[in-house]
T-cell receptor, first 110, second 115 residues
Framework: RKEVEQDPGPFNVPEGATVAFNCTYS??????FFWYRQDCRKEPKLLMS???SGNEDGRFTAQLNRASQYISLLIRDSKLSDSATYLC???????????FGKGTMLLVSP | ETGVTQTPRHLVMGMTNKKSLKCEQH?????MYWYKQSAKKPLELMFV???????ENNSVPSRFSPECPNSSHLFLHLHTLQPEDSALYLC??????????????FGQGTRLTVV
């Protein structure tokens, strides 16, 4: 099983749609989880951390399921500007050395 | 404005050249990373430094030589590269250690072209 696994997509959705991405991780000792966003030819940028209780930031909601070892990202009311690659990131070995998934591409169309 | 600065932003070099990429972070982090991203490909981890010590080398060819003189600076020395080494090279930093915030912050990258 890969350390961090994501569906590469692309997910093609119309503006205003709700879309969800999942990510699975293999190391049960992992402690920190994040979603990053990467625009074409740019560096990845932190979108949000993922907490055990789940957390929300505007249109974005992140969830963590430790029992099943997956995290999710829900985007409501998609905007054209949400088009990007979304990277799932897990803290390897419980501390230090982040492991990135290969990313899920989202394309929002008018 | 990013707390991680990479120079140069763009670099074109011949296969016989020697050049260096520089990364500097002003975030007080103690872990620094080099990643490679080829066109339309995912991030590939190259090297990890924790407290100036190399803790991970992801089977990177010896024509890439990292150097970490202190926790704020990271270099990637390049020599006798191949055209397939053309890519975006990204530096990142984070806190290291159990607990606390460990998210990574990236520099804007160096876009390298080997001719």
């Amino acid at each position: 099983r890969k350390e961090v696994e994501q569906d590469p997509g692309p997910f093609n959705v119309p503006e205003g749609a709700t879309v969800a991405f999942n990510c699975t991780y293999s190391n049960s000792a992992s402690q920190s989880f994040f979603w990053y966003r990467q625009d074409c030819r740019k560096e990845p940028k932190l979108l949000m951390s993922v907490y055990s209780s789940g957390n929300e930031d505007g249109r974005f909601t992140a969830q963590l399921n430790r029992a099943s070892q997956y995290i999710s990202l829900l985007i409501r009311d998609s905007k054209l500007s949400d088009s990007a690659t979304y990277l799932c990131v897990v803290n390897k070995e419980g501390y230090s050395t982040l492991t990135f998934g290969k990313g899920t591409m989202l394309l929002v169309s008018p | 404005e990013t707390g991680v600065t990479q120079t140069p932003r763009h670099l074109v070099m011949g296969m016989t050249n020697k050049k260096s990429l520089k990364c500097e972070q002003h975030l007080g982090h103690n872990a620094m990373y080099w990643y490679k991203q080829s066109a339309k490909k995912p991030l590939e981890l190259m090297f990890v430094y924790n407290f100036k010590e190399q803790t991970e080398n992801n089977s990177v060819p010896s024509r890439f030589s990292p150097e970490c003189p202190n926790s704020s600076h990271l270099f990637l020395h390049l020599h006798t590269l191949q055209p397939e080494d053309s890519a975006l090279y990204l530096c990142a930093s984070s806190h290291s250690g159990q607990g606390g915030k460990t998210e990574a912050f990236f520099g804007q990258g160096t876009r390298l072209t080997v001719v």
